[in-house]
């Protein structure tokens, strides 16, 4: 079973969504991310691959996706990593990266990869709705040659509700949901305005789980996010963290103070 | 067959909008009523005159008659150094703040390599009265100096862009995150043929002025509106789309794309993205680009600031792909030849974009009869640092 789907059958509150940027801050730092992550009570977990041009990531996005190309981070290292860590996790895996990195590769031996090295899901925030379901929504999804790959697509504050309802009808892992109009990393305090989006969107009783991301930084604000979805998804904030140390214990202090525990590790 | 944008916003396989949701809004938006706006009466009869009037066209088409002589062929030049800021850029950023006006945009966006862009859009939010906000990449903003401080004269915010190769590519994509940032008040006033679909159409359509013009000013003169042959510099490519776009589909017509090889081709230090480049997507367009095979896009080089870009447009891209375009790539060295070469023998320094495209002359063949128009994109006064040391350097 696609361990999305199982995760969602699980779990439908507080779900934990962490984002890391593949090959940062050293270049085999994916392993005892995604371990340790897992360990500390992460339920999900997106992978960065690093691009050259991210254009809806913030400056920490950015720079740790230059340290992570600068180590020599490609896509053939990034898949060996993640079939070596399948071994040891079970935890659900999406990958996010930019569509230029995904038709460079090769898409159908992308999709073919993702689903042999233990891949789950996808987020390619710049691949279009229409594009997507022309080429590849059959290729994605494809018994016959084993994938079994989800997708989600995002949506923000300024997205109609005939798109949200596209949005939904296409999404297959979960719907993302952009907590405001800004690219990633803008730090801040969750404002009445998003408040009333989540609202919305929540009255729209769509079929997907959804997730809310960007500017989720803290306790605080993965609270109030889980108070209007499904779970919430954190980046800048983790990768900041994790210039600061050893891999294990940031990690595990980053992960007890997103949900509020007393460290464990 | 058409080399015109198809109503998907294609050029063949090239074009498309490759954007994060974040910008979709305001690019469907566009894409929706730009051909409406731009169509409608009132808005034609305003662009009109202001071309007219503000920007000093129609710009002339002069025979050159020594350069002429020198190349044994007939050479006339498109004379977009002589509009108001130097060079052809502000044809389409008058089009796009009178679109952004009637859109209900308070504030403006854009990036600029030789800052020829950011120097046209300062002057249309000057002339209108709206904040302007210029992204420029650091290396730019050291080569292309006189223009920053024109920006700086006329009210514009100029952002340095930091990252990557701290050229065009970066501060187009620091301008795109702006508008990411500021989706509602914000028009991005892109600069040449590239980004989503509707940019790279709309932008050919307020450059097209120039080859309506040309076909003229070719009768007047010689007595067809058909030349034999375009040569134009490319960047992006906005110069070269408009001087192409009323020729796009007449074969009869060579077409010449100029790119700049920057140290040569095989150097890894170039900017020739017809022969470097391979089909991807830069800046939320499907087109060639230079790219490492894993998808991540190259640092191109040129020592012109214009140039300097990793991709060109697609409908550029098409046009060479279907062989409806010939590329030929030119070196600095080259370029700066040609760009004293024009001063002499004609009197008209052209800009070091420009440049490159005279320089196509000695790479390309030609009969004594044919009749050239090689588009004069912009005047050099930006450039003269670079032209004086180059000069005391010889
Ligand atoms: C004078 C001049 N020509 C050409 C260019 C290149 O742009 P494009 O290829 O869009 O015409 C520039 C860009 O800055 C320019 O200033």
Redesign the pocket.
Known sequence: MNRLDRLFQQKQKDILNIYFTAGYPNLEDTEPIILQLEKSGADLIEIGMPYSDPLADGPTIQESGQVALKNGMTLDILFRQISDVRKKSDIPLVLMGYFNQVMQYGEARFFDKCAEVGIDGLILPDLPMDVYEQDYQRMISDPDNNRDLRISFLITPQTSEERIRKTDELSTGFVYMVSRAAITGAKSDIEQQQIDYFNRVNDMKLQSPRLIGFGISSHDTFSTACQYANGAIIGSAFIKALAKGEIKDTVDEFVNMILGNVPTN | MTYAINTKGYYGEFGGAFIPEMLYPNVEYLRNNYLDIINEEGFQKEFRSLLKDYVGRPSPLYFAKRLSAQYKTNIFLKR??LNHT????INNTIGQILLAQRIGKKRIIAE??????GVATATVCALMGIECIVYMGEIDIKRQAPNVARMRMLGAKVVPAKSGSKT?KDATNEAIRDWINHPEETHYII????GPHPYPDM?AIF?SVISEEMQWQLKEQIGSPNPDMII???????????AYFHYLDNTDVRLVAVEAAGLGVDTGESAATSVLGTKGIIHGSRTLLMQTPDGQIVEPYSI????D?PG??PMHAHLIDSGRAEAVSITDKEALDAAFHLTRIEGII?????AH?FAALDKIKFSEKDNIVI?L???GD?DLETYIKYLDQQ
């Open positions: 977009e150094d130097g060079a052809h850029k600029t390599g030789a800052g020829q862009h065009l600069g040449s043929v590239v932008v450059q134009a510099c490319v960047g992006g490519g906005s110069n070269a789309a408009g012109s600031a214009g140039l870009y060109i447009g052209p800009a070091l974009e420009t495209a588009n994109s912009g005047r930006k």
